[in-house]
């Protein structure tokens, strides 16, 4: 079975429809993460299927969740999930990639350009920092990371950047009923409201997946985010 065909094989039993020039696309990143992967640590999975399955279709996943034309925010993007995967399926999307390593962010960059990528700009920088300036403050239509920190930790990181009105939204795994309690507290801090839960089963690993998706309906106090070792050391409760 080529390539292609297993793609639309784990495609169709996922419920997800692109077209052959995504999937084409897509297909040409993960041999640009691959070959990347031999110069600098960029992703453990390194199996072609796998990392279709594995990464491909789950990133894939969320694509539904983002509004027409809207501004994302990548953070902790790493090789580029889940953003390059969103980039390439919605060019209607703008995304920022942000990521505290400058090398993967200059990967970014030459992947972009390679693959004809418009609406796309790239950011090396530290989330908390950042969170705090004009222009990144309070300025996307949705942020998203996936599997970077616990959510409690993660919320604060990422909350700040969404405007009100906009959503939060982050990509687990199996264990999450915990995280959620956990953030609770720092949701409504920092101007989320309840956590909505969307649990799917990935296939054909059986993995279960998360996407936990937080509206911002107040804005993030000005104190917030705090410094990178107050956040993890002390996540709000």
Known sequence: MSLKEYFNDCAGINGIEVTDEVRDKLLEFMQEVLAENK?????????????????????????????????????GTGAGFPGMVIKIARPDVEILFLDSLNKRIEFLKRTCDKLGLDKADFTHARAEELGLKNGYRESFDVAISR???????????????????????????????????????AGKILGVGDWQVNEFI?????????????????????KYPRRSKKISTSPLK
């Not at 640590?41 to 027409?68: M, Q, W």
């Not at 990935?202 to 000005?222: F, M």
């Open 39 to 75: 110069i600098q640590n960029l992703t453990a999975i390194t199996d072609e299927k796998d990392f279709i399955s594995l990464h491909l279709i789950d990133c894939l996943s969320v694509v539904k969740y983002l509004p027409e034309n809207a501004r994302v925010i990548d953070i």
């Open 147 to 185: 599997a970077v920190a616990k959510l409690s930790v993660l919320s604060e990181y990422c909350i700040p950047f969404v405007k009100v009105g906009g959503k939060f939204i982050a990509m687990k795994g199996r264990e999450f009923e915990e995280e959620i309690i956990d953030a609770g507290e």
């Open 202 to 222: 990935l296939k054909p690993s059986d993995s279960v997946r998360s996407i936990i998706i937080g509206e911002k309906h107040s804005p993030t106090p000005d």
